[in-house]
């Protein structure tokens, strides 16, 4: 559906009265860093999601040695910048014992939330991202944000579980709007004094929360989750406003740019090269400025639709149909492809490690969870699922590393991602793919 | 069973005489369906209950399509925290519009003594009526009480009193109880229930006109005519002569087709330069018009959506369909000639596209589908142990998309899924990714012979009277507009659930109008299983 941009920045809450100026934030550290330090405010700790489908191709991006100082593989190339920030897990096993092979969803149920899905385009738990939420976003405006770079609302792999996907903000302006149009609190006003809006749609709130009672009465076991999730999600909404009600503390070396013009969002490589950054740099925006700490991104479903225009066949298709080049030994086209999706996860990791915290940049202080559906697409192979972890966590995970191929469960790393972000969790995944055992090694 | 159904009504209609509500009045109902509501079906409510001025902005919840669709989801999906806030905004933003100072005088039934202080009486009038509306049923005293209140509080807060109504009736606008269509059933004899009558009032009205009851609907409910077999068919009867029958059954259409799949189509604008964001919206409404003229305008045979002859068309679908196209107007009725190769809606633009990638047209994509759509048969997922490094050596001389997929078809692991879809979609391989005709493809002519169950055909034309003479397509329609109605997983229906209503469908020559009254009056269209209890002590994250 396409939305009016004017009307998407009128704040809703005084209907159509004003306009909202445009928010500005421009308030600068001091010559050290110390800004955050003096409100008292520690610097926090982010967690973000990366989805792209189609995995890569083997031969080209296995880096050829292992450990720290690794030599950086061709399809790696892209993400050469950020090579001391990340660890690359390589040779990692999705198992999906009894259950069927759901193609292009398998291998994304897995790495997401450990278990091996038993129904296609649904995950089984919770998802890591919102595990991680549920002890990280206290008090922050939104408990996790997810876009979408290809305008698909329902290209989200975040989940509380079942069928209840959080659905993705499908453009930049949704995105903006979302996170810096009506209830955006600017930090670097001086003047700032809570907004008497807030308060009374608080007062709204809490008379659709009053029937609760009432409303949970006789119903079946199903329809009780759901309506509970319904009034989770009013609490959630009660939540946000008192977050927007708090003097934001958090100051940061950024400036929240205008709102973007309206653009084509959709699968083409062009318009995902534009896009992917924009909705990046507005994500790391958000966290910046702690309206969250969670942001999910993806750039294609599992099955990638991305196409080059006047290539009949685009991702997909090429994964199943073009011909492995016998000198080669790999499938040329895909293996390009696969490099588009490393250069748009560098574009993300690019608009995380701009930005400077304290004595480092927002990308320390981090971490982004990136996976895909595939190891080798034309046979929907799992095995050997690359997974790239970019991020210091503020100094709770060593990065430089590539993790090569012990064989291990993908729920190995989505352990020892949430051990890296102060989790308090034994083990984690279900099945074959249960775990206690995360990389201790790269643990600080 | 006759005998047990006219009791349930009789026990309605004492209650109705005595003047209470059978709805909340029923100490032993029982909640057995919560269908959140489409982003057409809040649309067309609002617009109902509002006025068509009312602008409604903001993003929804995405559906997702189980058994083929969209509607069933909306009995197992719940609101997000992301959802609910868009929800909590497009309350607020009608709200205000609803109490405006340009639509308070037509928009609120009475005027307070003073617009600066609170009015209880005005208040609870205004809710009173709106929360019917919305709510679809009485408020309780409670809800009716939280709502004055909190006017109340607000009016003394802000001096006006229409900045009560306004948030008292956003309160309304992002309940669960308007967000949700509940439906409340009452015992009918040992095992079942049987709905109430206001939530059999929306049952038929969300079926029917695609929005909430009318007020003569929930007056019928409140009367208990609706449990009533005489009273049923009079209200059936009526909303099927309301041209809005249109809305209703578009909407079925539209998800029974899965025309939705529009919003994430996009094409190679470098191949196909005459594909545009209106093209998808032209390509949609031809199917609709071609549907609905069949089904309500021409009273036709629904077996001819096959293999038609007659379509609609603009000045976008005719560059596809090499049609000139020199009308005033928009729309313009348009009859293919039997060797343009269209036959029915098998050919036209959306269904082509759609079912197909961004450059090139998919015979698989294309087969699974319309084997889903119009069969109910869909294609199985893979067995666990599939090998698909079997398939894989395809580097040899297999140059066309139909000897690829053949080689898929004769390997026994595949040939199970393949085989099942693949001639459907082979057989209209002489149409481009974005349905224009063709008869070659890259310079190779195209073979659009395909064997299917036994049966052997060539090219659309051949399909469309494959599916035509198909007992399973018109079961099918059938199956699906019973899962529709009823928010059920069509897979999971049994035949002898819609048997009676399929009968009459196909005595009737399979008039969709014939289909939608018996399936409306039969006795097990407002029938529901008992709910499955929650477990005790069952934890829930709200509380």
Redesign the interface.
């Known amino acids: ?1 396409k ?2 941009r004017r ?2 920045l009128r704040g ?2 005084q ?2 009265a004003a306009v909202m100026a445009l928010p500005f934030l421009d308030c600068f550290l001091d010559s050290k860093g110390q800004a955050l330090a003096a409100t008292g405010a520690r610097i926090p700790t982010r967690f973000n999601t990366f989805f792209y489908g189609l995995g890569l191709t083997k031969a080209l991006w296995v880096p050829k040695t292992a450990g720290l100082d690794y030599e950086t593989s061709i399809q790696l190339k892209p993400l050469e910048p950020f090579k001391k920030k990340m660890n690359v897990f390589s040779g990692m096993r999705v198992l ?1 014992d ?6 292009h969803w398998s291998g994304v149920g897995a790495c997401a939330t450990g278990i091996s899905p038993t129904r ?2 649904e995950f089984d738990s919770k998802t890591i991202d919102q595990t991680v939420a549920d002890v990280i976003s206290r008090g922050t405006r939104f ?1 996790s944000v ?1 876009a979408s770079c290809a ?4 290209q989200s792999y975040s989940s ?1 579980g079942g ?5 993705a903000e ?1 453009t930049p302006l ?1 995105l903006y709007t ?1 996170l810096f149009g ?1 209830g955006f609190q600017d930090p670097s006003k001086g003047d700032w004094k809570p907004d008497p809006q807030v308060m ?2 608080q ?3 809490s ?2 929360a ?3 009672k ?3 009465q ?20 009660e939540d ?1 406003m008192a977050a927007e009600l708090k003097r934001p503390d958090i100051v940061a070396k950024v400036t929240i740019p205008a709102a973007p013009e309206e653009m084509v969002v ?3 490589l062009p318009n995902m090269r534009k896009v992917t950054p924009l909705m990046s740099r507005l994500g790391a925006l958000a966290l910046a400025t702690d309206q969250t700490r969670v942001f999910n991104l993806s750039v294609s479903e599992p099955g990638s ?1 991305i ?1 080059v ?6 991702y ?2 090429s994964t199943h ?1 073009e ?2 080049d ?1 000198i080669l030994g790999y499938q040329p086209r895909v293996a390009q492809y696969n490099v588009y999706s490393m250069e748009l996860y560098a574009a993300f990791l690019k608009e995380l490690d701009v930005i400077p915290e304290g004595d480092g940049t927002l990308l320390d202080h981090s971490l982004v969870y990136a996976f895909t559906d595939v190891s080798f697409a ?4 799992l095995d050997g699922i690359p997974l790239l972890v970019a991020g210091g966590a503020s100094g709770r995970m060593k990065t430089g590393y590539h993790i090569a191929g012990d064989g291990s469960a993908v729920s190995r790393v989505g352990l020892t991602v949430q051990k890296a972000m102060g989790l308090s969790i034994d083990g984690w995944g279900g099945g074959s793919m249960e775990t206690k055992s995360p990389y201790t090694e790269l643990l600080v | 069973m006759r005998k047990k159904f006219v009791f349930v009504i009789s026990a309605f209609l004492g209650l109705a005489v005595f003047g209470q509500v059978p709805a909340l009045a029923a100490g032993d109902s029982e909640v057995v369906g919560l269908r959140r509501l489409t982003e057409q079906e809040y649309r067309n409510s609002i617009a109902d209950i509002f006025g068509k001025d009312i602008v409604v902005q903001g993003v929804f919840e995405p559906g997702k399509r189980v058994g083929g669709l969209i509607e069933a989801s909306t009995a197992i999906l719940s609101i997000t925290p992301v959802g609910f806030d868009s929800y909590s905004k497009m309350a607020d933003g009608i709200a205000v519009q609803v109490t405006s100072e340009k639509n308070r005088a037509h928009l609120v039934p009475c005027k307070p003594k003073s617009a600066s202080q609170p009015d209880d009486a005005c208040a609870t009038q205004f809710f009173d009526h709106y929360g019917l509306m919305l709510f679809r049923r009485p408020l309780t005293g409670d809800e009716l009480k939280s709502r004055v209140k909190l006017a109340e509080n607000m009016t003394k807060a802000s001096g006006d009193f229409y900045a009560g109504l306004h948030y008292g009736l956003a309160t309304l606008l992002q309940s669960s109880e308007f967000l949700f269509r509940k439906e409340s059933a009452v015992p009918a004899g040992a095992k079942d229930y049987t709905l109430d009558p206001y939530s059999r009032a929306a049952r038929l009205s969300y079926l029917m006109w695609d929005t909430t009851p009318d007020a003569e609907l929930l007056r019928a409910a409140e009367a208990g005519e609706l449990n009533a077999p005489g009273g049923l068919e009079k209200q059936v009867d009526r909303l099927m002569a309301s041209p809005r029958l249109d809305v209703g059954m578009r909407a079925f259409f539209s998800d029974m087709l899965e025309l939705d799949t529009f919003d994430n189509v996009s094409k190679d604008s470098l191949l196909y330069p005459k594909w545009s964001v209106a093209m998808a919206a032209s390509a949609r409404e031809e199917t609709l018009r071609t549907a609905i003229d069949l089904s309500l305008h021409d009273n036709g045979d629904m077996r001819d959506l096959m293999t038609t002859n007659k379509t609609y068309i603009n000045r976008n679908l005719a560059a596809i369909y090499g049609v000139p196209f020199s009308f005033d107007g928009d729309w313009v009725a348009h009859d293919f000639a039997p060797q343009d190769g269209r036959s029915g809606v098998l050919t036209q633009v959306s269904m082509l596209s759609m079912f197909s990638h961004p450059g090139r047209s998919s015979p698989t994509k294309r087969g699974v589908a319309l084997m889903e759509i119009f069969l109910c048969e869909p294609t199985p997922t893979p067995p666990n142990n599939v090998d698909f490094s079997v398939v894989n050596n395809t580097n040899g001389p297999l140059k066309t998309v139909r000897e690829r997929l053949l080689a898929h078809a004769t390997n026994s692991v595949c040939a199970s899924c393949h085989t099942h879809s693949d001639p459907i979609g082979l057989s209209l391989e002489d149409f481009d990714t974005i349905g224009g005709y063709r008869t070659t493809e890259n310079g190779q002519s195209i073979d659009v012979s395909a064997t299917i169950q036994g049966k052997s055909f060539a090219g659309a034309q051949g399909l469309g009277r494959f599916m035509h003479d198909n007992p399973k397509y018109p079961a099918c329609i059938a199956r699906k507009l019973y899962s529709y109605a009823k928010g059920v997983d069509s897979e999971d229906v049994e035949p002898s659930a819609f048997k009676t209503a399929y009968k009459a469908f196909s005595e009737s020559g399979y008039r969709m109008r014939s289909l939608l009254k018996n399936l409306a009056e039969s006795a097990d269209f407002f029938g529901a299983p008992a709910p499955a209890a929650p477990a005790n002590g069952t934890k829930l994250a709200s509380q």
């Open positions: 559906m939305l009016d009307f998407l809703t809450c209907g159509a999906i009894d259950n069927p092979n759901f193609q296609t385009s408990k997810a305008g698909d609302p329902k509380l069928a209840n996907t959080l659905p499908a949704s979302r009506p009374l749609q007062s709204v709130l008379v659709v009053e029937d609760r009432r409303v949970m006789n119903l079946g076991a199903s329809d009780q989750a759901r309506m509970d999730q319904y009034f989770t999600s009013v609490r959630e909404a946000q959709n699968n083409a639709q196409f225009p006047g290539d009949p066949l685009g997909h298709q149909e011909p492995i016998p034309k046979i929907h192979a």
